[in-house]
């Protein structure tokens, strides 16, 4: 059980102790001892078994003997009984916002409503309005705070999190009285997706971070405001958090608060052995508590004999092995990037036409991209006929002897059928510059067929790249079942590239795939997928979800020039 896990239930005894109506002070001792817990810098666990549960500040004996069970046997007597005593529904109608305990409890004795499925029709039909004591307000409330709750509960796109972040953190950074401030957690280490936006920030005057951090205009509500830490909730509907150190603690507590746990438990590790301890506060000399740094994290990192890992490879995943044999990759950055290889326009499902694709890509400093409209199998998509196709050839043709210094290839995004077979015939495939290929239906297969199907497009000597190949859609769609080794090898061995697609909602290869394709030899080239010339920009995640996988410029197809890339294609 993680101090997280730990935390998490005793917030659930707060709340099931206020809807039962308990004293007070039990409900406000046990979200204390929660918060405690959520911030605890050390593990629970080892706490427990040294026998310091009550050294810790607002864990009485009560509680800690409480705790001593639960991380003991995993379970709490206390935690279930008081469960018995309230409607399961009940717990998760006080999570949503402004509909305290009290109103929980109207509902359900009035109504029966033990669900927010139930509230939200309850709402919807006019029936909260009619309950004595909550009226029409409430129940505009009730449907508003709802929606926001659901949205609350998926996890967050690293491209939606990441602008909210840069956007604070400019603001941030322009007040005299910030001397830093940077991202941290998931989101600095560019997770596809994050749980909440976490900030840090340096100053001599934390309150007056905290009530600047408040006052932001975007701010439409402060949910817990301190000292050195605060809560807001962004326009977007997410949730910010901005914490507040010392500058002289600023790297250590950097350190600390980007994690990733595994990175930071394996570092504590290390540190014992040189005689040395870690912190949020700092690095200390373990016999005499000396503190020997943590205004930068390279003054942790140092210390270990080890560089500042790209926050990207901060997983425990063998990067601290890696450093120590002198084997760490040096990633890829987003301006070796040199063009674009799948693009759509407005001749299949795109917004925009070559010209303005291509102007936005000179704008990126790009030396070429290329046109891959969908196929004339995907007719949902716009699919190109073979008339229209031949129509597109000619005139990319015509615009590139316009152009200078810049190339467009014509490629297409072919559709794989259930049976692995694409559109058009070869003849014509012979005559595109570059073409890829897509599983766009059909997920349902078993994993034998779908890796059948996928092999015998890349086995198709006219396909050099395979689009988002587990088709996952964030927070919407699992990745289908692929026989990932025996895709990789394929590919390896027929020269066909695997893509990291860069839209926001797919990042599809994902990090851990992406270092498993490097390892068998496969290419990779990330592209964007782009439906109108803004989506171009996207690249941005795509190059960080690589830097998670390790790649390097070499890895990449699209850092080479046109020649190169045009010799590869040759597969
Ligand atoms: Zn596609
Ligand atoms: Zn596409």
Redesign the pocket.
Same mark, same amino acid.
């Given at each position: 059980m993680t101090n997280k896990d730990v935390a998490y239930i005793l917030s659930q005894i707060a709340d099931l102790l206020e809807i039962l109506q308990e004293s007070r002070f039990r409900i406000i001792a046990y979200r204390k001892a929660a918060s405690v817990l959520e911030s605890l810098p050390e593990d629970i666990n080892d706490v427990s078994e040294q026998g310091r549960l009550q050294e810790l500040p607002g864990i009485g004996a009560h509680i800690a003997e409480r705790l001593e069970e639960l991380l003991k046997t995993g379970r709490m007597k206390y935690f279930e009984e008081l469960k018995q005593k309230v409607p399961g529904g009940l717990l998760e109608l006080i999570k949503i916002r402004g509909l305290g305990p009290k109103t929980a409890v109207t509902v359900y004795e009035n109504l029966g409503i033990a669900s927010v499925g139930q509230l939200e029709k309850a709402a919807k039909e006019h029936k909260i309005r009619e309950v004595k004591g909550l009226g029409a307000k409430v129940e505009e409330n009730i449907i508003k705070n709802i929606k926001e709750m659901e949205k609350r509960e998926e996890r967050i796109l690293l491209a939606e999190a990441y602008p909210i972040a840069q956007e604070i953190i400019k603001e941030l950074r322009k007040q005299p009285f910030v001397v830093s401030a940077e991202t941290a957690g998931s989101l600095r280490r560019m997770r596809r997706t994050i749980g909440d936006i976490d900030l840090l920030a340096s100053s001599n005057e934390p309150e007056k971070v905290m009530d600047f951090f408040a006052m932001m205009s975007f701010v439409v509500e402060v949910e817990a405001k301190g000292k050195t830490k605060s809560t807001i909730t962004h326009q977007d509907g997410r949730k910010v958090d901005l914490r507040v150190v010392s500058p002289d603690q600023y790297g250590s507590a950097l350190q600390y608060f980007t994690g990733s746990k595994q990175h930071s438990i394996h570092l504590r590790g290390i540190a014992k052995d040189k005689g040395l301890k870690i912190s949020e506060y700092g690095i200390f000399e373990a016999a005499t508590e000396k503190r020997l740094g943590g205004k930068i994290e390279e003054d942790i990192y140092s210390k270990l004999n080890l560089p500042v890992f790209p926050p990207e490879l901060r997983e425990d995943k063998g990067e601290i092995e890696a450093a120590y044999e002198g084997d760490l990759p040096k990633l890829i950055t987003l301006k070796d990037i040199k063009g674009d290889l799948h693009v759509h326009t407005k001749k299949s499902d795109g917004l925009n036409s070559v010209e303005d694709m291509v102007s936005k890509a000179k704008q990126l400093g790009y030396s070429y991209i290329c046109v891959s409209d969908h196929a004339k199998n995907l007719k949902v998509a716009g699919g190109l006929t073979v008339k229209e196709l031949e129509t597109q050839i000619k005139n990319i043709k015509e615009l590139n002897k316009r152009e200078k210094n810049f190339r467009v290839l014509v490629g297409a995004?072919l559709n794989i059928d259930n049976d692995g077979n694409v559109d058009y015939d070869s003849s014509l495939l012979a005559r595109l510059d570059f073409v890829s290929a897509?599983i +766009?239906a059909g997920f349902n297969q078993s994993k034998k067929q779908l890796t059948e199907r996928m092999l015998k497009a890349i086995e198709n000597p006219n396909i050099n790249l395979i689009? +988002?190949p587990t088709a996952e859609i964030l927070n919407q769609r699992p990745p289908y079942e692929l026989d990932l080794p025996v895709i990789f090898k394929a590919a390896a061995e027929t020269k066909t590239a695997m893509e990291l697609n860069s839209f926001p909602n797919r990042l599809d290869l994902r990090a851990d795939y992406l270092r498993a394709a490097k390892k068998a030899g496969v290419k990779i080239a990330i592209s964007t997928?782009a439906h109108n010339y803004n989506h171009l920009e996207y690249v941005f995640y795509g190059v960080a979800i690589a830097r998670r996988g390790w790649l390097e410029k070499k890895d990449v197809i699209n850092t080479w020039g046109v020649e190169k890339l045009l010799k590869f294609v040759k597969k």
């Open positions: 995004e897509s +766009h689009c +988002h997928d």
